[in-house]
């Protein structure tokens, strides 16, 4: 097992994510104890140290199953992480109740790591707002021990991770973001880490396979990848270019089963990362995915300025892009919670005068009904 440092710790380079523990009968609340305590002891024994799980995985379940998996070995032996829950705006006023039982569900007198969990555009104005005392509290429990490390997660944009770091950035000890080889251009990945970099912020990933996504590829795209390392599995190279960007200390992967632990265990025996021809290879894997998917925005606002409603058109076909290419899934969604009624997608009156200067020739106003209408709003 590969290992990376912070601070003063050695963490293992994989870490076990509890958001896909094995279940009962399909269902998600059910999680099936036995095998997670078998495949939690591997992850140990395999010299994974590393647990993230958050209150709100398998229905609020993930937590009560990790403190139970983990009871049994020495305490000093792992570190566990879990966060906040504040994609639910009806916590921010409960942040004391919550940790509270969260150190109980998890059968633990203290956290190593503790984030302000998804920080974006829905609950960016709440995480800031004082009245809540969220940020006090959690430093307040940090001083006491009770939180080791304290950082925070986002699917948010820069402009909102921008907004959370001047408030609270000198404090943040890392960040936990969504990172993959198709989402450094198409969320922008690139520009976090860089952002994170400014801030000397080190990067946690979650989504490394983009939900199993970058497990399976085309036959074309696998035959691309296998004659440039013929003994590498096509997972593999989703981590192998997560082990080319020097600011990642941490990849979380969610396995719930014991072939997936296997393979990454083994992926991390090594570290691998991808030479230019290789990285070359793979973003253009990326960009032949996307362009099979998504509508052909540049952001230039062109269209902006000719819209009667001052609809955001760039943003929101960005998040129409996210939307398709993900088959759905809750980014788009929680990021227009933010929007104003009048600037959401069904605010389009189809006048075209969009269209009519859009260098792409997108039909912005098809986009927009479509959009409204998958997400009823």
Not at 100 to 111: A, D, N, P, T
Not at 141 to 150: D, F, S, T, V, Y
Not at 349 to 354: E, K, N, Q, T
Request: net charge negative.
């Amino acid at each position: 097992m590969i290992y990376k440092t912070f601070q003063d710790l050695k963490l293992s380079a994989l870490g076990m994510g509890a958001m896909r523990l094995p279940v009962i009968d399909g269902d998600d609340a059910k999680i099936d104890e036995a095998a997670t305590q078998e495949i939690v002891d591997y992850a140990l024994e395999q010299g994974i140290n590393y647990f993230d799980t958050a209150w709100g995985y398998h229905g609020e379940n993930s937590e009560l199953a990790m403190g139970k998996a983990l009871k049994k070995h020495a305490r000093e032996s792992f570190y566990l992480t879990t966060k906040f829950p504040g994609y639910d705006l009806n916590n921010m006023d409960k942040v004391q109740a919550i940790f509270e039982k969260q150190l109980e569900k998890c059968q633990v007198e203290y956290f190593d790591f503790y984030l302000f969990h998804n920080v974006c555009e829905m609950n960016i104005d709440a995480y800031l707002d004082e009245k809540y005392g969220i940020f006090d509290y959690l430093m307040a429990q940090k001083k006491a021990g009770k939180i080791r490390h304290l950082g925070f997660s986002s699917h948010g944009s820069i402009e909102v991770m921008k907004r959370f770091l001047k408030a609270y950035g000198k404090d943040m000890e890392f960040c936990q973001i969504q990172l993959n080889y198709l989402d450094w251009k198409f969320q922008d990945a690139k520009g976090k880490v860089e952002l994170l970099k400014q801030y000397g912020i080190p990067v946690w990933v979650m989504e490394p396979l983009r939900g199993g996504r970058l497990a399976n590829l085309s036959e074309e795209n696998n035959a691309i990848l296998k004659e440039l390392r013929p003994e590498e599995g096509i997972p593999a190279w989703a981590f192998r270019f997560l082990q080319s960007i020097p600011e990642v200390t941490m990849v979380l992967s969610g396995m719930s089963n014991f072939e997936q632990m296997k393979e990454n265990i083994h992926t991390f025996e090594t570290d691998k990362p991808l030479n230019k021809k290789e990285m070359s290879a793979l973003m253009g894997i990326a960009d032949g995915m996307l362009q099979l998917n998504v509508l052909p925005c540049t952001a230039c606002h062109y269209c902006v300025s000719h819209c009667p409603k001052g609809l955001a058109i760039p943003d929101l076909l960005a998040l129409y892009n996210e939307h398709n290419f993900t088959g759905g899934g809750f980014i788009a969604p929680m990021a227009l919670m933010a929007y104003e009624k009048d600037k959401l997608p069904s605010a389009c009156i189809g006048c075209r005068s969009c269209e009519k200067v859009c260098p792409q020739q997108i039909k912005i106003s098809e986009a927009m009904s479509d959009f409204a209408g998958k997400l009823g709003m």
